[in-house]
């Protein structure tokens, strides 16, 4: 269906399988039929006549993001000084919403993480400009983007792990690990020492619509949309930082609806050169993020 792309993601292909560690070796057929059979069936009146074009454009843009590797566990210097190109992307990009869960209690860990200190989101300049690009393509649509979590001080990843060793706190678990034993989070990999959220070009994120509002109760992470914590969020078969393999983003034990919605996330945002996490639909790095080695370590605000 789209000549350029095959070509472009045959080549891409054969390249990840000459790259040693890579996470992402897909076939072509896999993502081009993900894509069309349940990707174009959802594309609803937000979209224009020519959504055959600008998903064949789309896809030529995925193969050479996805042969990358992600290089959260790159190892790399801490530094302590915020540098001048960090930004306040609610600032640069007035249009998206943000509800920065670690400052908040409404978290996996059930308290205000440290390294929190202002509820904003810090992203690098080079990150905040393709996710303006994305914003852009949402806007006509009615829709925006809802961003989570940006830069993450080691701090807070510090606290992450401490957390994680208490295996007696689990007064979240209901929520956000509810099939998950709280002593299996290292080995799973739902917690780590490092994240790529602390180089200042990771964000989690999801869709909403534009003039949505935030509500607020406390249910499990995994259950249908029509259950799950009411977050004004698009349907996306999990809440955000659900520790579930319904996560995933090739997870198929969710509704058409939200697989659709997860494959246009992803399209925009490696569209716009942000790679995907395997195991989060919610997680984007920038490919070119400017600081590949450096984890920074300065409060959020």
């Not at 990840?16 to 890579?22: H, R």
């Not at 993900?34 to 594309?43: A, K, M, Q, T």
């Not at 020519?50 to 790159?74: E, G, N, Q, W, Y």
């Not at 302590?80 to 920065?100: G, H, M, N, S, Y």
């Amino acid at each position: 269906m789209c000549p350029a792309f095959r070509m472009l993601a045959f080549d891409a292909i054969r390249k990840s399988k000459e790259t040693k560690g890579l996470k992402y070796v897909l076939s072509v057929e896999k993502v081009e039929g993900l894509v069309f059979h349940y990707l174009e069936p959802f594309f609803i009146d937000h979209l224009k006549k020519d959504v055959h074009m600008k998903l064949c454009l789309t896809l030529m843009t995925i193969f050479p993001l996805l042969a990358m590797a992600d290089a959260s566990s790159r190892n790399g210097k801490v530094e302590t000084q915020r540098p001048a190109d960090f930004l306040d992307i609610k600032k640069f990009i007035p249009e998206v919403q943000t509800d920065i869960r670690y400052f908040s209690e409404h978290n996996f860990v059930g308290r205000r993480i440290e390294g929190y200190q202002m509820p904003v989101c810090l992203l690098t300049e080079a990150a905040a400009v393709a996710l303006k690009s994305v914003v852009k393509q949402l806007l006509p649509m009615g829709l925006t983007l809802k961003i989570y979590d940006c830069y993450r001080p080691q701090t807070a990843v510090n606290d992450f792990a401490r957390w994680a060793t208490d295996i007696n706190d689990t007064k979240m678990r209901a929520e956000f690990y509810p099939t998950v034993e709280k002593s299996q989070l290292f080995e799973q990999g739902y917690i780590a020492y490092n994240s790529g959220h602390s180089r200042g070009s990771t964000l989690d994120l999801t869709i909403v619509p534009l003039d949505s509002h935030e509500v607020s109760s406390l249910t499990r992470c995994s259950v249908p949309q029509s259950s799950h914590y009411p977050d004004n969020s698009l349907d996306f078969g999990t809440g955000f930082d659900c520790f579930s393999p319904a996560s995933h983003p090739d997870y198929q034990g969710i509704s058409a609806q939200a697989r659709a919605n997860r494959l246009l996330l992803r399209l925009l945002m490696t569209q716009a050169g942000f790679i995907p996490l395997d195991t989060e639909w919610w997680h984007f790095t920038l490919a070119n993020e400017p600081y590949p080695d450096t984890y920074f370590d300065f409060p959020v605000r």
